[in-house]
């Protein structure tokens, strides 16, 4: 009973957000991706469940540059064409986008299996840093005016690209970083995930680039009440980390496949889980990324 009150007084104090979270260490994985240097169009229709397992650099449809631009990191399931519908927003606004293929470098489908992932978030923010070097000297691309979105395991590797600790372990490429935007990821101890207990605080202290967390209150798998008193605590302190909370959202809110009715989904023996498509919180999310963006990397006031 001893052992049991006293994880409960340490979740109590994490929650509350008394406790202090660098993610300092040895540098960061050499990553495997091999990054493409010729840029294309995205595509104007994408069949509704792809598994578009390699990395892309996509152009904005005008202009020579140079541009704006942003890495994006995949959910557990790998690239979806929910995140081909990201690309395209961001290109039809001026920004490249390279969406990073995780999954596809190391020939693993599906990652979703919890403490038994193949792939960890470490190797994914390996791959994010790299790819984040690969953009620093690309000709399209302006070398200080970089972002990262990242969705479900994705923006779990993202949010830590936030942190100044962090940032030291890469060995290249955080120079132009200036905005990070979190979808759905988990942060810590109150989410059934297994690897989000082992995780057990997955939002620095230390935020040094400004962060926007964007939530569902309804989703299952991911629970949002850990990244919300988070967010608010490292907030409190003066760094530049906010969240947007969204109502009758679940996991997986942006993916048109999910459905308006949702649909029921298990990783194994992980589950069940609630995705349900939400246009509204989309288009929402939307916005706030836009503004996020435009301000911190065009200087759009």
Same mark, same amino acid.
């Given at each position: 009973?001893?052992?049991?009150?006293?994880?409960?007084?340490?979740?109590?104090?994490?929650?509350?957000?008394?406790?202090?979270?660098?993610?300092?260490?040895?540098?960061?994985?050499? +990553?495997?991706?091999?990054?493409?240097?010729?840029?294309?169009?995205?595509?104007?229709?994408?069949?509704?469940?792809?598994?578009?397992?390699?990395?892309?650099?996509?152009?904005?449809?005008?202009?020579?540059?140079?541009?704006?631009?942003?890495?994006?990191?995949?959910?557990?399931?790998?690239?979806?064409?929910?995140?081909?519908?990201?690309?395209?927003?961001?290109?039809?606004?001026?920004?490249?986008?390279?969406?990073?293929?995780?999954?596809?470098?190391?020939?693993?489908?599906?990652?979703?299996?919890?403490?038994?992932?193949?792939? +960890?978030?470490? +190797?994914?923010?390996?791959?994010?840093?790299?790819?984040?070097?690969?953009?620093?000297?690309?000709?399209?691309?302006?070398?200080?005016?970089?972002?990262?979105?990242?969705?479900?395991?994705?923006?779990?590797?993202?949010?830590?690209?936030?942190?100044?600790?962090?940032?030291?372990?890469?060995?290249?490429?955080?120079?132009?970083?200036?905005?990070?935007?979190?979808?759905?990821?988990?942060?810590?101890?109150?989410?059934?995930?297994?690897?989000?207990?082992?995780?057990?605080?997955?939002?620095?202290?230390?935020?040094?680039?400004?962060?926007?967390?964007?939530?569902?209150?309804?989703?299952?798998?991911?629970?949002?009440?850990?990244?919300?008193?988070?967010?608010?605590?490292?907030?409190? +302190?003066?760094?530049?980390?906010?969240?947007?909370?969204?109502?009758?959202?679940?996991?997986?809110?942006?993916?048109?496949?999910?459905?308006?009715?949702?649909?029921?989904?298990?990783?194994?023996?992980?589950?069940?889980?609630?995705?349900?498509?939400?246009?509204?919180?989309?288009?929402?999310?939307?916005?706030?990324?836009?503004?996020?963006?435009?301000?911190?990397?065009?200087?759009?006031?």
């Amino acid at each position: 009973m001893g052992s049991i009150r006293l994880a409960a007084a340490a979740a109590s104090l994490i929650l509350s957000g008394c406790v202090t979270t660098d993610f300092s260490g040895p540098p960061l994985p050499k +990553s495997p991706i091999v990054f493409p240097t010729e840029a294309v169009p995205v595509p104007t229709n994408t069949p509704p469940r792809p598994q578009l397992q390699r990395t892309v650099l996509y152009r904005p449809s005008q202009g020579s540059g140079p541009f704006p631009a942003v890495v994006m990191l995949h959910t557990c399931g790998g690239v979806g064409a929910h995140i081909i519908d990201w690309a395209r927003r961001l290109t039809s606004d001026g920004y490249v986008a390279l969406v990073v293929a995780s999954n596809g470098a190391r020939n693993v489908a599906d990652n979703c299996q919890g403490a038994y992932s193949l792939i +960890s978030l470490e +190797s994914v923010g390996g791959d994010a840093t790299a790819a984040l070097a690969h953009l620093l000297s690309h000709p399209l691309v302006r070398n200080d005016a970089l972002a990262v979105i990242g969705f479900s395991f994705g923006s779990m590797a993202a949010v830590r690209l936030a942190s100044a600790s962090y940032q030291k372990r890469a060995i290249e490429g955080v120079d132009g970083l200036r905005a990070i935007a979190f979808f759905y990821g988990s942060c810590g101890v109150d989410s059934p995930d297994a690897t989000a207990r082992r995780t057990s605080d997955n939002v620095p202290s230390d935020v040094v680039t400004p962060t926007m967390l964007f939530l569902g209150d309804e989703d299952n798998e991911t629970p949002a009440s850990f990244c919300v008193a988070r967010a608010k605590a490292v907030k409190a +302190s003066g760094r530049p980390i906010d969240y947007r909370l969204y109502p009758k959202t679940t996991h997986s809110f942006d993916d048109p496949f999910n459905g308006i009715q949702g649909r029921t989904i298990y990783h194994g023996a992980r589950g069940p889980f609630t995705y349900r498509y939400n246009p509204e919180a989309t288009k929402d999310t939307w916005r706030e990324t836009k503004a996020l963006f435009d301000r911190e990397l065009k200087g759009v006031k």
